[in-house]
């Protein structure tokens, strides 16, 4: 490509954050845009889009709608276009499948001509007026090189495996991004052992505790949380995924937002009820016979460590709050132990000395989502990042409802122009008093 035929932005990464950006941007702009993935095609945690579960989030949390209701990519063109509309009129329920969601966003995907997969990224550099995009194009075998005026980069999270967790057999003890892969073989086990706490958790242990009735294991969930507690599902203690939260947090100082994340725990690391629900109905209806299956749930209890043993595994486990040690043993293992920001290796090389950092690990975060430079900070060539935003904009930085606002903030910004109204006084609460 030659340097003086510049994009007006390359996206890094394909998931939901850049797939809304690059619909939104194909529909109302004249934007020259291309969004690149390393994976073969979009696939929306495949690992754990187990049967009958739902996103967390209302369908109208989709890739468009709070931007552009009549948008063509919404949801609900979608379900009419696959004449489902009725169906989901009658399913009478707020949430879609979360399958569903898969398959509504790769109908999104072969509709826009900027996405392309099998193209991994590999460099990132600063050129003084634009940014030099080196990719490396698995399909065809070779390097290409793209200029840009600006970056997105929205290569999400990846699997946080504790220490003392590591090095095992990835068939026996694996996180539950890959627990789809390996069910079936998990089930054959004499016992399993689920480790963390969250939706994931509460997802495998509900779909292992349906499928028990079929298959003698015994099933133990540990997780160092108070309690298997419920998430926030008020409607006013969801009006802190509201875009007039994130201008309250992002006004913070680093400190406050710190702190502030703490005491909203339960809105971002809760289970859904129905999940609670459905999991006590199944552990109800067991404990009628008399063979009621092998069931652990304990709280309060921390896995430090995990071993291979001839036999199996054993956990080195602490109940924390008895400040007590004991072993634990099962044959296969679960780690619903969470996800951290996937920054690239490039990133660091290219940006680290040349950027504003608030800690050794969370750089400094505008309100319009662009990393703030050490040196010309006034530049008109941005880098934006969707990627580990948690500690500048709040507990809904992984929320798919927060996902549109942001990307109507970037496009604005790229095309100098409002083409998609921000939206503001859209809530009930308020966070400080009018100086």
């Not at 309100?367 to 935003?389: A, G, S």
Request: proline share 4%; net charge negative.
């Amino acid at each position: 490509m030659k340097r003086q035929d510049v994009y007006d932005c390359i996206g890094i990464g394909i998931g939901p954050y850049n797939l809304s950006l690059a619909a939104l941007m194909e529909e109302k702009t004249d934007l020259r845009v291309k969004f690149f993935d390393m994976t073969p095609e979009f696939q929306w945690h495949p690992g754990m889009l187990i049967n009958l579960t739902d996103l967390q989030v209302p369908f109208i949390a989709d890739l468009v709608t709070f931007a552009n209701p009549q948008s063509r990519y919404s949801y609900l063109n979608y379900l009419h276009t696959h004449n489902r509309l009725y169906k989901f009129f009658f399913f009478q329920k707020f949430e879609m499948p979360r399958q569903e969601y898969n398959d509504y966003a790769r109908w999104v995907v072969a509709q826009l001509s900027s996405c392309q997969f099998h193209s991994e990224v590999i460099g990132v550099t600063d050129e003084g007026d634009c940014y030099k995009v080196v990719v490396d194009n698995r399909l065809t075998d070779e390097r290409e090189m793209y200029y840009t005026k600006h970056v997105v980069m929205g290569t999400g999270s990846k699997p946080l495996i504790l220490d003392g967790m590591e090095g095992l057999p990835d068939q026996d003890v694996y996180h539950t991004s890959k627990y789809l892969f390996h069910k079936d073989t998990t089930m054959e086990a004499a016992s399993i052992t689920i480790v963390g706490s969250g939706q994931s958790a509460a997802e495998v242990f509900f779909d292992l505790l349906k499928e028990q009735k079929d298959h003698p294991y015994q099933l133990t969930w540990l997780t160092r949380s108070e309690g298997i507690l419920q998430l926030e599902s008020s409607k006013l203690g969801q009006e802190f995924f509201a875009p007039d939260y994130v201008d309250y947090f992002h006004g913070l100082t680093y400190e406050k937002r710190m702190d502030a994340l703490k005491t909203l725990d339960q809105l971002r690391n809760g289970i859904d009820p129905d999940t609670l629900n459905h999991i006590y109905n199944i552990l109800y209806n067991h404990s009628v016979s008399e063979h009621s299956p092998d069931i652990t749930i304990q709280p309060l209890t921390e896995v430090d460590e995990i071993r291979k043993e001839d036999d199996g595994y054993v956990l080195s486990c602490r109940q924390w709050q008895e400040d007590r040690d004991f072993s634990y043993h099962s044959d296969k293992v679960i780690l619903a132990t969470g996800y951290k920001p996937n920054i690239p290796d490039w990133f660091f090389e290219e940006f680290e000395d040349n950027i504003v950092w608030e800690d050794d690990k969370k750089y400094k975060v505008t309100r319009e989502y662009k990393l703030e430079f050490k040196e010309k900070p006034d530049r008109d060539h941005h880098f934006f990042t969707v990627t580990n935003l948690e500690h500048s904009h709040g507990a809904g930085a992984t929320n798919l409802g927060l996902a549109v606002d942001r990307n109507i903030q970037i496009i604005n910004h790229i095309a100098g122009e409002t083409v998609y109204e921000v939206q503001r006084n859209t809530i009930f609460s308020q966070f400080t008093m009018d100086k």
